[in-house]
């Protein structure tokens, strides 16, 4: 199921935490290693503890909710208060989408107006967001608007406790804004992450454990056979 759709009641506050393996993903185009970076929405704090595994010299975690994870600031990300902050290298966040996207789009603006020079954002979107003719001026039409990291996992965002593999619908990319002194214009660029995507296995044990699970079998004596790792876990 995807966390934008509108057939499900929405967790207050768009409350999603991102699982780590996504920050893993922007970190191999972009070196976080040393960055001060400013996450605005941190929920939980996984995306913070995620950034900082990554080298982050420092990640200053806000968010409009205090949850009691140890963040630096309550702030609304998208008020006119500034953060005790002096300075970041980037905003990076998994922003909350509201209704048809609209507070995505607000924070994609209100992280433009906040960005230093030179500086970057990076928010993590549905893949298609950039398709919207009402969004072309965070996109196509940013002078800004510098890459696209699009996943080739799908993210679980709500994990089943009925033993039913999560089967997510949904597609996601980072999308990432550079404010540069160059008055050089460069066209976005399309890249792709994890390097090595996780194929998943064919288990579904709802339709027939025994031919499932020997599919399973099957499956990973085929990749240790072309050489491959045989499971690999997430
Ligand atoms: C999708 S969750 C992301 C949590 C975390 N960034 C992560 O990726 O695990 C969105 C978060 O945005 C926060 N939020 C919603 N509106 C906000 C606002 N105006 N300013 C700051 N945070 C906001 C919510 O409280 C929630 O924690």
């Given at each position: 199921?995807?966390?934008?759709?509108?057939?499900?009641?929405?967790?207050?506050?768009?409350?999603?935490?991102?699982?780590?393996w996504?920050?893993?993903?922007?970190?191999?185009?972009?070196?976080?290693?040393?960055?001060?970076?400013w996450?605005?929405?941190?929920?939980?704090g996984?995306?913070?503890?995620?950034?900082?595994?990554?080298?982050?010299?420092?990640?200053?975690?806000?968010?409009?909710?205090?949850?009691?994870?140890?963040?630096?600031?309550?702030?609304?990300?998208?008020?006119?208060?500034?953060?005790?902050?002096?300075?970041?290298?980037?905003?990076?966040?998994?922003?909350?989408?509201?209704?048809?996207?609209?507070?995505?789009?607000?924070?994609?603006?209100?992280?433009?107006?906040?960005?230093?020079?030179?500086?970057?954002?990076?928010?993590?979107?549905?893949?298609d967001?950039?398709?919207?003719?009402?969004?072309?001026?965070?996109?196509?039409?940013?002078?800004?608007?510098?890459?696209?990291?699009?996943?080739?996992?799908?993210?679980?965002?709500?994990?089943?406790?009925?033993?039913?593999?999560?089967?997510?619908?949904?597609?996601?990319?980072?999308?990432?804004?550079?404010?540069?002194?160059?008055?050089?214009?460069?066209?976005?660029?399309?890249?792709?992450?994890?390097?090595?995507?996780?194929?998943?296995?064919?288990?579904?044990?709802?339709?027939?454990?025994?031919?499932?699970?020997?599919?399973?079998?099957?499956?990973i004596?085929?990749?240790?056979?072309?050489?491959?790792?045989?499971?690999?876990?997430?």
């Open positions: 199921m995807g966390k934008h759709g509108t057939e499900y009641a929405r967790v207050e506050r768009d409350l999603y935490p991102t699982p780590s996504v920050v893993g993903a922007v970190a191999e185009h972009l070196d976080l290693r040393g960055l001060t970076v996450e605005p929405a941190c929920g939980d996984g995306m913070a503890a995620a950034l900082r595994c990554q080298g982050c010299a420092r990640v200053y975690a806000s968010d409009i909710v205090d949850r009691g994870a140890g963040q630096d600031e309550t702030l609304d990300f998208l008020s006119a208060q500034n953060p005790k902050l002096e300075r970041f290298d980037l905003i990076c966040t998994n922003p909350p989408f509201g209704q048809r996207g609209r507070l995505a789009t607000a924070f994609i603006e209100v992280g433009l107006q906040r960005l230093r020079t030179p500086g970057l954002l990076a928010l993590l979107l549905p893949c967001f950039d398709s919207a003719k009402t969004c072309a001026r965070c996109f196509g039409d940013c002078p800004h608007f510098a890459a696209k990291i699009v996943l080739r996992e799908r993210v679980v965002w709500f994990r089943r406790d009925d033993g039913i593999r999560a089967a997510p619908k949904e597609n996601s990319a980072w999308f990432l804004w550079q404010r540069s002194p160059l008055r050089l214009r460069h066209a976005p660029v399309i890249l792709y992450a994890p390097a090595n995507a996780a194929v998943e296995l064919p288990y579904d044990g709802n339709v027939d454990f025994d031919r499932s699970i020997n599919a399973c079998y099957a499956a004596r085929d990749r240790v056979a072309a050489g491959g790792r045989g499971w690999k876990p997430k």
